[in-house]
C-alpha cells in the first residue's frame, strides 16, 4: 500500500510538470555575471548574435520544483526537485539560423529530498526521500535578428524515488516530461535568459531559469534565482 502511494504522488508530479507551458512568466529574474574559462576576452567584452559560421552555445539552467500535498487524516508529502550546478546543455547555432543539439549527448544530474507522513502505516508512519535522477534534453529552435527562439523538451531517464522505508519505487522504465517548454533570448541584452514560473499557492510551485552563452564559459556555481530556504 505505501509504493502505491508514493507511485501516485510521482506520477502526479511528473503529470504536472506537463502545464508548465501554460504558467509561464516574462519576469526576469537576476543571474550571476559568466567566468571565462578560456580566451581573453571577458564576457562583457562580447556582443552576441546570430553566427555566421556553425557555434556552439551553452544553455544553462537553473530549477526548482516543489510538490506539496495535504490529502487529508495526516496524509501529506513534499518533494523538491534542484538542478545540481553546474547545469547546461550545449547546442548548435547554425549560419541558417537553425539551432539544434543533435547528437550530443549529455546528461545532468537532478537532486531531490522530501517526506511523506501516513499516520496510519505503523511500519512507515513518516517516509522520507533523497537522491538523484538524471535529465536529458532536445533542443530545437532558431535565430533571427539576434533573436533566439528556443524549444526545449527536458526527460527525466527512469526516474525513481529512493525512500528510507523499502526500495526506490517509481513509474517504472522510460522517459517523462521534465518539462516541456518555449523560450526567448535577445542576443542584444548583457546576459541573455529566459525564466519560467509557477507561483506559490498551490499544490505545485517551481522557477526554471535558463542562460545562453557562448560554450567555453560557465557561470559561477550558485542558483540562477535566489536562494530560498
Request: with cysteine; glycine share 6%; hydrophobic share 35%.
Amino acid at each position: 500500500m505505501l509504493k502505491d502511494k508514493s507511485v501516485k504522488y510521482l506520477l502526479l508530479f511528473i503529470l504536472t510538470c506537463l502545464f508548465l507551458t501554460s504558467c509561464r512568466t516574462t519576469e526576469a529574474l537576476s543571474t550571476p555575471t559568466p567566468t571565462a574559462l578560456a580566451g581573453d576576452e571577458e564576457p562583457d567584452q562580447i556582443q552576441l548574435s546570430c553566427p555566421e559560421e556553425d557555434t556552439l552555445f551553452s544553455l544553462w539552467f537553473s530549477h526548482y520544483a516543489v510538490l506539496d500535498i495535504d490529502a487529508g487524516d495526516g496524509e501529506t508529502f513534499y518533494l523538491k526537485y534542484e538542478n545540481i550546478p553546474p547545469s547546461y546543455f550545449d547546442l548548435w547555432i547554425f549560419p541558417d539560423g537553425t539551432i539544434s543539439n543533435d547528437g550530443i549527448f549529455r546528461e545532468a544530474p537532478v537532486g531531490y529530498h522530501g517526506a511523506a507522513n501516513h499516520p496510519n502505516d505503523d511500519d512507515c508512519p513518516v517516509q522520507t526521500f533523497d537522491g538523484i535522477t538524471q535529465m536529458r534534453a532536445t533542443i530545437t529552435g532558431t535565430c533571427a535578428n539576434d533573436m533566439v527562439q528556443i524549444h526545449i523538451v527536458e526527460e527525466w531517464i527512469d526516474p525513481t524515488l529512493n525512500s528510507d522505508c523499502g526500495s526506490a519505487i517509481g513509474p517504472g522504465p522510460g522517459l517523462y516530461s521534465a518539462p516541456e517548454l518555449d523560450l526567448v533570448f535577445d542576443l542584444n541584452d548583457q546576459y541573455p535568459s529566459d525564466v519560467v514560473q509557477i507561483p506559490e499557492g498551490g499544490p505545485f510551485h517551481a522557477t526554471y531559469a535558463y542562460y545562453l552563452w557562448l560554450a567555453g564559459y560557465e557561470l559561477p556555481i550558485v542558483p540562477l534565482v535566489p536562494e530560498r530556504e
